[in-house]
């Protein structure tokens, strides 16, 4: 019996079924049409932001709210390279990512001391800073008026970027499971579960909060910069309030704090809200209580009506 | 006589600036000494230790740890130089697995695997209760079960000193015996130094070698445990309760 570090058997699992599922993904372009593939690929890039933030936010207990903002960040950032200086994409997107990695770990080492709920004003408060800059400084930014960003295929078909945030959703879901069943996850968990036991074991609590907290800036800032290339028109849009309450239905109605929860939470709430854009802000207002509704009785969401199913699967192998 | 391992020296600390808890308090631990801290609520017993950790800084006085100043650092830096604190109340992580939770308690050699896996293996046999439940959540423990882990967690990482503040308190009689064993155990093996702070006075002076009484943050009686008998004890607090 060794007891040296392996991924527990979950990991392989969930690495099976999110590749199982990508795979029947694959073959929806055959059945959905142009507009369905739009809103698939953009449900893809909340998948990521739903995620990444429940890294944060489920698993480590720090209740950001400035994930939108990071995802503008590598956004503007490509987007800005290639406006101003005609940086190619290749080179502009993982300049975002840097840049995202880079503002989750100032942001994080000013903030992250603190508890919860004046880490989620100081976030906003931060998330706030970019938008007004992002709309002030017109002549740089392009303000409102919205920045053009070149696509990243040369043309708008839907298509190849459905397989790029298809891809790019399955490897960032394979790091995050792989994170979280790494070492640094159980110190994650052990901080959500009580910060200061986990400070009298002699961990390091700010520095695991300010490495997950780049980390999934990283990946906001990464799903952003990509996202930038694919709708080819960027706004302080991007960085409403609205977009971040977005992220926090999403994983709510999935299951705050649970893998499947953002992965399943995600494409529904953005597709009903697509198709619900119509009655305007309403739209928020009814998922925000449909929330408090949910948050109230059950944080798991409807990742918890998948819980047996999972385990009914796997049962055979555990025998 | 050689240098105590850890010197504490006349220092005051508050939770408020203005109220100090502990107001002169000194005390000296001999390697691979057990010392027990006695007194009445409120005297700073629990203080004094989350002040040796760093868990709160002294405004005045100094703390040694073999040979080093240490107030004023903080709790991680603290337990690299070899320090562990169990605090009083169950410090288990309850979502966690028991393997889970003596792999957190290993922080500071996270970096070295080889040793963390000979460390975890050595738990197991110390207790093999524990590695029967090592894929069990820690909530499921019986309280008897989740000190055995919060020590042998701390027992990960070897550590020089363990500060160990009340760990019977709320445990049936026969289980708070087995609490003592546990830490003579953990004394033994890896071997160790123990602070312990304890309201179950009769108990615990059968285990330890010094006793120091506190009463209103500072030194009121101290001295080996064979000078100090459970009646000399009893008349001290009775004095200290009574003004």
Same mark, same amino acid.
């Given at each position: 019996?060794?007891?040296?570090?392996?991924?527990?058997?979950?990991?392989?699992?969930?690495?099976?079924?999110?590749?199982?599922?990508?795979?029947?993904?694959?073959?929806?372009?055959?059945?959905?049409?142009?507009?369905?593939?739009?809103?698939?690929?953009?449900?893809?890039?909340?998948?990521?932001?739903?995620?990444?933030?429940?890294?944060?936010?489920?698993?480590?207990?720090?209740?950001?709210?400035?994930?939108?903002?990071?995802?503008?960040?590598?956004?503007?950032?490509?987007?800005?390279?290639?406006?101003?200086?005609?940086?190619?994409?290749?080179?502009?997107?993982?300049?975002?990512?840097?840049?995202?990695?880079?503002?989750?770990?100032?942001?994080?080492?000013?903030?992250?001391?603190?508890?919860?709920?004046?880490?989620?004003?100081?976030?906003?408060?931060?998330?706030?800073?970019?938008?007004?800059?992002?709309?002030?400084?017109?002549?740089?930014?392009?303000?409102?008026?919205?920045?053009?960003?070149?696509?990243?295929?040369?043309?708008?078909?839907?298509?190849?970027?459905?397989?790029?945030?298809?891809?790019?959703?399955?490897?960032?879901?394979?790091?995050?499971?792989?994170?979280?069943?790494?070492?640094?996850?159980?110190?994650?968990?052990?901080?959500?579960?009580?910060?200061?036991?986990?400070?009298?074991?002699?961990?390091?609590?700010?520095?695991?909060?300010?490495?997950?907290?780049?980390?999934?800036?990283?990946?906001?800032?990464?799903?952003?910069?990509?996202?930038?290339?694919?709708?080819?028109?960027?706004?302080?849009?991007?960085?409403?309030?609205?977009?971040?309450?977005?992220?926090?239905?999403?994983?709510?109605?999935?299951?705050?704090?649970?893998?499947?929860?953002?992965?399943?939470?995600?494409?529904?709430?953005?597709?009903?809200?697509?198709?619900?854009?119509?009655?305007?802000?309403?739209?928020?207002?009814?998922?925000?209580?449909?929330?408090?509704?949910?948050?109230?009785?059950?944080?798991?969401?409807?990742?918890?009506?998948?819980?047996?199913?999972?385990?009914?699967?796997?049962?055979?192998?555990?025998? | 006589?050689?240098?105590?391992?850890?010197?504490?020296?006349?220092?005051?600390?508050?939770?408020?600036?203005?109220?100090?808890?502990?107001?002169?308090?000194?005390?000296?631990?001999?390697?691979?000494?057990?010392?027990?801290?006695?007194?009445?609520?409120?005297?700073?017993?629990?203080?004094?230790?989350?002040?040796?950790?760093?868990?709160?800084?002294?405004?005045?006085?100094?703390?040694?740890?073999?040979?080093?100043?240490?107030?004023?650092?903080?709790?991680?830096?603290?337990?690299?130089?070899?320090?562990?604190?169990?605090?009083?109340?169950?410090?288990?992580?309850?979502?966690?697995?028991?393997?889970?939770?003596?792999?957190?308690?290993?922080?500071?050699?996270?970096?070295?695997?080889? !040793? %963390?896996?000979?460390?975890?293996?050595?738990?197991?046999?110390?207790? /093999?209760? +524990? *590695? #029967?439940?090592?894929?069990?959540?820690?909530?499921?423990?019986?309280?008897?079960?989740?000190?055995?882990?919060?020590?042998?967690?701390?027992?990960?990482?070897?550590? !020089? %000193?363990?500060?160990?503040?009340?760990?019977?308190?709320?445990?049936? /009689?026969? +289980? *708070? #015996?087995?609490?003592?064993?546990?830490?003579?155990?953990?004394?033994?093996?890896?071997?160790?130094?123990?602070?312990?702070?304890?309201?179950?006075?009769?108990?615990?002076?059968?285990?330890?070698?010094?006793?120091?009484?506190?009463?209103?943050?500072?030194?009121? *009686?101290?001295?080996?445990?064979?000078?100090?008998?459970?009646?000399?004890?009893?008349?001290?607090?009775?004095?200290?309760?009574?003004?």
């Amino acid at each position: 019996m060794s007891a040296s570090f392996a991924f527990p058997p979950s990991f392989r699992r969930s690495v099976i079924t999110i590749v199982v599922t990508a795979a029947v993904f694959a073959f929806a372009p055959l059945v959905a049409g142009s507009f369905a593939l739009h809103v698939l690929t953009i449900s893809f890039y909340f998948v990521i932001l739903a995620a990444s933030w429940n890294l944060l936010a489920g698993y480590t207990g720090q209740f950001s709210l400035a994930h939108h903002a990071f995802a503008a960040i590598g956004a503007y950032t490509s987007g800005l390279l290639g406006y101003h200086y005609g940086v190619p994409a290749w080179i502009g997107i993982p300049s975002g990512v840097v840049m995202a990695a880079l503002f989750g770990v100032i942001l994080g080492r000013l903030v992250l001391r603190m508890r919860a709920i004046y880490l989620a004003i100081a976030t906003w408060a931060f998330a706030e800073t970019v938008h007004i800059y992002l709309t002030a400084d017109y002549q740089f930014t392009r303000g409102e008026l919205g920045l053009s960003v070149k696509p990243l295929y040369g043309s708008v078909d839907p298509l190849p970027y459905y397989f790029t945030f298809l891809a790019l959703t399955v490897l960032v879901l394979i790091g995050l499971r792989a994170l979280i069943d790494s070492p640094i996850g159980y110190f994650m968990r052990a901080i959500k579960d009580d910060e200061l036991r986990a400070k009298s074991l002699g961990i390091d609590t700010t520095r695991v909060k300010i490495a997950v907290f780049s980390i999934s800036s990283a990946i906001a800032g990464l799903a952003g910069a990509f996202y930038g290339h694919f709708i080819v028109l960027l706004s302080p849009q991007m960085i409403d309030f609205s977009e971040m309450a977005k992220i926090v239905i999403m994983v709510v109605i999935g299951g705050f704090g649970t893998f499947l929860g953002p992965v399943i939470g995600a494409a529904p709430v953005q597709m009903v809200m697509t198709y619900l854009q119509k009655y305007g802000e309403w739209n928020l207002a009814i998922f925000a209580l449909i929330v408090i509704v949910l948050m109230r009785f059950s944080m798991e969401g409807l990742a918890s009506l998948f819980t047996p199913l999972w385990r009914n699967l796997w049962a055979r192998h555990d025998a | 006589m050689s240098a105590p391992l850890l010197a504490v020296d006349d220092i005051h600390a508050a939770y408020q600036s203005g109220v100090d808890i502990l107001q002169g308090m000194s005390l000296a631990v001999p390697v691979g000494g057990f010392v027990l801290v006695i007194g009445p609520n409120g005297a700073g017993k629990s203080t004094l230790l989350k002040t040796v950790f760093g868990l709160l800084s002294p405004h005045r006085g100094g703390i040694s740890f073999d040979g080093r100043a240490i107030a004023g650092l903080a709790p991680h830096e603290i337990k690299r130089l070899g320090v562990s604190y169990v605090p009083q109340e169950l410090n288990t992580f309850p979502h966690l697995t028991v393997e889970e939770n003596l792999r957190v308690g290993g922080w500071t050699i996270r970096n070295d695997a080889a !040793r %963390l896996r000979a460390r975890i293996a050595r738990v197991y046999e110390i207790f /093999p209760v +524990l *590695a #029967e439940r090592r894929r069990d959540k820690a909530g499921g423990l019986s309280g008897g079960q989740g000190r055995m882990l919060s020590v042998a967690r701390e027992m990960i990482t070897e550590p !020089r %000193l363990m500060l160990v503040d009340e760990p019977t308190v709320g445990l049936a /009689p026969n +289980l *708070a #015996e087995q609490v003592y064993e546990l830490l003579q155990t953990a004394r033994q093996s890896i071997p160790t130094t123990i602070l312990l702070v304890d309201q179950n006075v009769s108990d615990a002076l059968r285990h330890a070698e010094d006793v120091v009484m506190m009463n209103l943050g500072r030194v009121k *009686a101290a001295g080996p445990v064979v000078e100090f008998g459970e009646a000399r004890v009893r008349e001290l607090i009775q004095e200290c309760l009574l003004g």
